[in-house]
């Protein structure tokens, strides 16, 4: 009777293992079938997702209702205007704003985003457009800055080990290193946290390791203050990276950026997105949307108004999406007339803080009646040259002339204050880079930033501010500035309204000579064009314009000759209307062995 | 996988376009709770009613003509104190030195007093006394003016540690004039003489008179102009050809210049005496004053009057119950909790967790509205983007 039962049993049990084997065998194929299903699913899974989500700030409408997603594994542009909410909307996924409504999901799953460190836990990286460096830290210790300790869980290692001394039976020896080492726990998270923060230097390793996947070029042990933007820029993106995100955000990232370094940035993108990983691109310039997204989302006054794959769009749809209506793209450059030079700078040099030459040796001419474009990449001397000429800036070695054109005398305005050209009677006007931490003063009002510059003006010790109240009206109207009432603080209005006020009041002044350095940065379209057309005016009426600027493809539509500087030096004065992007931009990095020195004035057939 | 599903309790949204009106409602507010509070603590330490602490409060501030008129004059000397501070602020130069300046501006009025008073007449000594008052008083604040100027010295710290050489010189000069005097000098003759009789009634108009002037200059003038823009941006003022050195000496100047007028009238007008103690501390308060009113001269009259109004029906209530000097310390201090914590509320708003929270989830994009389980788990999305259709429907849930 056993036997029987025995062999019952031991065939009961081969035709189970049989089964087994089967039921794994096809259980191994269910899986991988699933696999492949998640996996081709995965493409399409939403890395992000936001729903209705609204933001506002007082009475200002940041995001209103913005539906969004992004994929694995695609680059989406965010495209729209400035003020349109981009930047905004992306704070709210790296953590920096929390969404008054609406939901945001990450994997599928809803995900409360209170603070960058939450943004970090959901694998969010937000690549700001202000870097967030320690200036005085190498790349490598930025890198690994803040990065938090792996969790060392006492309570469960413990317990873990409790089960491990029960198991071990008649080793007292054992039993006793367990103790030990259960008794000594505390000790251990301590000696984590030192090695973690003090011992393992060689994250550099890993840093390195992180960085050489993605192929990028970096000197881990170069000082911040060493670098170049674009350098600055690599090194927050792979601090993105080491942190493990998988959904990058980077805000207007070529912004500082050559166009060769574009490209390579662009090259790395690309390559980031075939690894997987979601990344959303900021900005405004639609050639780079073209280039580099698989879809592009066009925000326009903080509501979304379409996503569309780039492949079936063109610019021009874009721009439409964009600032909703049909706009004319063309810069009308009209021929200079009564050329006249106006002001001559000879081996103009002079010195930053640290001591280091921010110009060297910079000569060149402007003729009134023709606009002179100034190309470079940031940060080259640009500011350093339009603050020598206005009387900011200590000269070492230069001749900087003005040719008074009433009494056709020449004016020496080398080591003058800015009170002193005014009371020469030359005419300059100046359009600094610093909106509001120079040419205005954010807390005051239209009318008293009106006064800036004419309120020393007559004898009298009270203010006259009737003149400037006009002014502020003209300008609100002319340019259509919107802003709530004339009493508003300047710094509350948006960057173009901003700028259109600050450009209003210089031109008020009737100049002769006007600098204008980056005069459309962070604006719109509109706004831009409402800048170009302004300078253009100005250009007829016979005023010497000097343009600095960063889109090669305005200064090429823009300017009648480009002066290229490249590191404090001028690299070449060329045509602008014979001459190429690819020219500029090869100028703008390398100073060519002959300069090219381009001074004939323009006369068009 | 970082798992909270818990929306924040609130979060802080800070307000863009304060009213006027709805700051100063707050403040107002925010005055009224903090004297509830300072009664309520009162009544809760002590045997003595909230009744009883009112009623003292009132009696030692409105009660007799003689703390009503000292009411006044005290507002009136703390009111001065902050207008002579509130140009260097408006400049965004943190003057803490008021009470250093004062101080020397008392010295100098006192070493005119030892050294003529009673021997020449009482006009000449006035006279020789308010020069030497000015003049102490501008030195101790264009010393750390022209330190910033030439320098970029921490006008700060300077003008706080200015603070104590003036009392030990004040200590010195008691010492070698007076070597057998108790820390006060006193004084016999030199005086002004009080107007029309009432001794407090000086002050008042000087304070009125200058709190008006304080208010043209900074608004209507444009050296008042001017010391704006350096305040809110030396590169604006460089820009347009601000001398930045000049402005900020001649408004250091002029912020000397009243505090050695306010050192001349406490010791030649009230105390007819010279101590370190002199000022009693207004130079701090005065400070406080100023920025509780936001460099506004107007509003700088009520602000000192609420606090001198506490200061002193909290005195009377503390002698009426004999709590001691410290209370009335006690309760300004709860006063300026108050009102410093109140600007919080009138820059941020808070914003509660919605109890009713919009119901979306992540499958919202179904166009049906049906479960669809198996995209639901991994989340498949279409495909292809649903942007409006998504809006609409959750328009439809809300």
Partial sequence: MKCLYLAFISKVQTIYNTLLCIFN????????????????GEMYINAIKMVGVTKTFGSVIANKDVNINIRKGEILAILGENGSGKTSLMNMLAGIYFPDDGKIFVNGEEAIIKSPMDAYKYKIGMIHQHFKLVDLFTAGDNIILGEEAPDFDIKAKKTFLKEERINIKNNKWKKFLIDVKIVSLPLGKLVAKLKFNWLSRDREKVVQAVADKYGFEIDLSKKIYDMSVSEKQTVEIIKVLYRGADILILDEPTAVLTPQEIEKLFVVLRGMRDNGKSIIIITHKLNEVMAISDRVSVLRKGELIATVDTKDTDEKRLTEMMVGERIELNIERTTPKNVKKRLSIHGLTCRNREGLYALNNISFSVNSGEILGIAGISGSGQRELLESIAGLQKIELGVIQYDDPKTEK???????????IKELGVRLSFVPEDRLGMGLVGNMDLTDNMMLRSYSKGHSIFLDRKSPTELAQTIVKDLEVVTP?????????????????????????????????????????????????????????GVAVIFVGEDLDVLLALSDRIMVICSGKVSGIVDARNTTKEKLGMLMTSIPEEIEVFSEPIIEN | ?????????????????????????????????????????SALLTDKSIGFFFKYLFNGTFGTKRTIWN????????????????????????????????LMGALGCSVALVFMGGKSSDGATIVVSLILAFAFGIAWAVIPAFFKARWNTNETLLTLMMNYIAICLVNFFIKSVASSSTGTLTFEAGFIKPLGG???????????????????????????????????????????????????????????????LI???????????????????????????????????????????????????????????????????????????????????????????????????DNADTISGEAQPIKEEIGIDKGYTKENITEEIVKERV
């Fill in chain 1, 410 to 420: 020449i004016v020496d305005l080398r080591a003058k204050t800015p009170n002193q």
């Fill in chain 2, 1 to 41: 996988m970082f798992k909270t599903k818990r929306e924040p309790l609130f979060h802080l949204v800070k307000r863009i376009d304060v009213s006027k009106k709805y700051a100063w409602a707050v403040r107002i507010g925010a005055f009224l709770l903090s004297i509830l509070v300072c009664a309520a603590i």
């Fill in chain 1, 485 to 541: 009432n004339m009493k508003t603080p300047v710094r509350r209005l948006s960057g173009g309204n901003v700028q259109k006020i600050l450009v209003g009041r210089e031109i008020a002044s009737a100049p002769t000579v006007i600098m204008a350095a980056y005069p459309v940065r962070g604006l719109d379209i509109n706004s831009s064009y409402t800048i170009y057309n302004l300078m253009n005016k100005q250009k007829e009426n």
């Fill in chain 2, 71 to 102: 009411l006044f004059h005290e507002t009136a000397i703390l009111l001065l104190v902050s207008i002579a501070v509130t140009p260097c602020f408006k400049m965004k130069f943190w003057n803490i030195g008021g009470e250093g300046q004062i």
């Fill in chain 2, 263 to 361: 050192g001349f009238l406490l010791v030649s007008g009230v105390n007819h005496s010279l101590g370190d103690a002199t000022v009693e501390g207004r130079g701090f308060t005065g400070l406080l004053i100023s920025w509780l009113a936001h460099f506004n001269p107007l509003a700088m009259g009520l602000t000192s009057f609420l606090f001198v109004f506490i200061d002193n029906g909290a005195s009377q209530v503390s002698n009426y119950a004999r709590l001691g000097a410290s209370y009335p310390k006690v309760m300004t201090g709860i006063f300026f909790f108050f009102i410093i914590a109140t600007e919080f509320f009138i820059n941020y708003r808070i914003v509660f967790k919605k109890k009713k929270a919009r119901n979306i989830t």
């Fill in chain 1, 25 to 40: 065998y096809v259980s191994i194929i269910r899986t991988q079938w699933i696999c492949l299903v998640i996996k081709v």
């Fill in chain 2, 198 to 260: 009432n001794q407090y009634i000086l002050f008042v108009i000087v304070a009125v008179v200058l709190t008006v002037l304080m208010w043209v200059y900074l608004k209507y003038s444009k050296h008042g102009y001017e010391l704006t823009v350096v305040g809110e941006s030396e590169n604006t003022s460089r820009y347009v050809g601000i001398n930045n050195k000049l402005v900020i000496i001649r408004t250091l100047i002029l912020c000397g210049a009243l505090c050695g």
